[in-house]
């Protein structure tokens, strides 16, 4: 049962396998109200993963851990997300989450955003007080990535993109083309969702949460604290990626305080979390 249980969530997950039509869904995932057990309660109970828990999440990872998910609770990426990051894609203090049309990536729903980034997620992910040097590449590697393995280690998005399109050329199918995509992003050191999965289970286990805990409760804990912060709607799905709607508002107004916006839900309902990283990154001498 265990078996088919795995087979279901990876043939449902678009990271994955992608594989069930629209009108077939998972048979094994239980609804919110059945995971959390409140009674029925719904979406006036807690999200699956309170801010605390979040918070306990962030003091036990390690220093491959950390940065991950970070990204993760502090700005509701989805899971697959990390994995597509580059240095190339900050710039003057936001983190770029977009397509890359040359390497034929797209995000869920093909919309870019950027995040506004604080200093202590900047300090998790290696690139706070640099000067005189600009990393490229992929922002994120897998634990134990060298150049044994990941003869691509430390290349630039530019000539892995270049890579990219020497290795395909004469190749028309789009499953060819995009192995050979994962298989560039590898030998760069790249994550996988599988990668990022396994060190979420493996802390989940060691705090003793249930197993109906999920990678995905981090972007429901986002977004439930953007909300109650009295974020704007706009704001929100900007930063989760979804789509603005079509009214005429939204094709003439701008986001310009989103930066102010993020800062202001991040303390008044994510304070916890933020004190954990910065705890955790003294803690791990960052």
């Given at each position: 049962?265990?078996?088919?249980?795995?087979?279901?969530?990876?043939?449902?997950?678009?990271?994955?396998?992608?594989?069930?039509?629209?009108?077939?869904?998972?048979?094994f995932h239980k609804n919110r109200d059945e995971r959390s057990g409140d009674s029925?309660?719904?979406?006036?109970?807690?999200?699956?993963?309170?801010?605390?828990?979040?918070?306990?999440?962030?003091?036990a990872c390690d220093l491959h851990q950390l940065p991950i998910f970070a990204l993760?609770?502090?700005?509701?990426?989805?899971?697959?997300?990390?994995?597509?990051?580059?240095?190339?894609?900050?710039?003057?203090?936001?983190?770029?989450?977009?397509?890359?049309?040359?390497?034929?990536?797209?995000?869920?729903?093909?919309?870019?955003?950027?995040?506004?980034?604080?200093?202590?997620?900047?300090?998790?992910?290696?690139?706070?007080?640099?000067?005189?040097?600009?990393?490229?590449?992929?922002?994120?590697?897998?634990?134990?990535?060298?150049?044994?393995?990941?003869?691509?280690?430390?290349?630039?998005?530019?000539?892995?993109?270049?890579?990219?399109?020497?290795?395909?050329?004469?190749?028309?199918?789009?499953?060819?083309?995009?192995?050979?995509?994962?298989?560039?992003?590898?030998?760069?050191?790249?994550?996988?969702?599988?990668?990022?999965?396994?060190?979420?289970?493996?802390?989940?286990?060691?705090?003793?949460?249930?197993?109906?805990?999920?990678?995905?409760?981090f972007r429901h804990l986002f977004a439930t604290c953007m909300q109650n912060s009295?974020?704007?709607?706009?704001?929100?799905?900007?930063?989760?990626?979804?789509?603005?709607?079509?009214?005429?508002?939204?094709?003439?107004?701008?986001?310009?305080?989103?930066?102010?916006?993020?800062?202001?839900?991040?303390?008044?309902?994510?304070?916890?979390?933020?004190?954990?990283?910065?705890?955790?990154?003294?803690?791990?001498?960052?």
């Amino acid at each position: 049962m265990d078996t088919v249980r795995a087979m279901y969530a990876w043939a449902s997950d678009v990271h994955r396998g992608n594989l069930l039509p629209p009108e077939c869904s998972n048979t094994f995932h239980k609804n919110r109200d059945e995971r959390s057990g409140d009674s029925g309660t719904g979406l006036l109970g807690e999200p699956d993963i309170t801010v605390g828990m979040a918070a306990d999440f962030l003091r036990a990872c390690d220093l491959h851990q950390l940065p991950i998910f970070a990204l993760l609770i502090c700005y509701g990426l989805r899971a697959g997300e990390p994995c597509m990051l580059f240095h190339e894609h900050i710039e003057d203090g936001w983190l770029k989450v977009v397509c890359l049309e040359k390497l034929e990536y797209t995000t869920k729903g093909k919309r870019d955003k950027w995040l506004p980034l604080v200093p202590v997620i900047e300090k998790s992910l290696g690139i706070h007080g640099i000067s005189g040097h600009v990393a490229v590449g992929l922002l994120l590697r897998r634990r134990y990535a060298g150049k044994a393995d990941s003869p691509l280690l430390g290349t630039s998005l530019a000539k892995l993109i270049a890579e990219y399109e020497h290795r395909t050329m004469g190749i028309s199918e789009a499953a060819g083309r995009e192995e050979i995509r994962q298989t560039i992003l590898r030998e760069a050191g790249g994550l996988d969702y599988d990668a990022i999965s396994r060190e979420f289970q493996r802390i989940r286990s060691q705090l003793g949460w249930p197993d109906t805990a999920t990678l995905k409760d981090f972007r429901h804990l986002f977004a439930t604290c953007m909300q109650n912060s009295g974020m704007p709607e706009r704001y929100i799905k900007y930063l989760l990626g979804h789509t603005q709607g079509r009214e005429a508002i939204v094709h003439y107004a701008h986001l310009n305080q989103i930066r102010q916006h993020y800062e202001a839900a991040l303390q008044s309902q994510m304070k916890p979390v933020i004190e954990a990283l910065s705890t955790r990154l003294g803690i791990l001498g960052l």
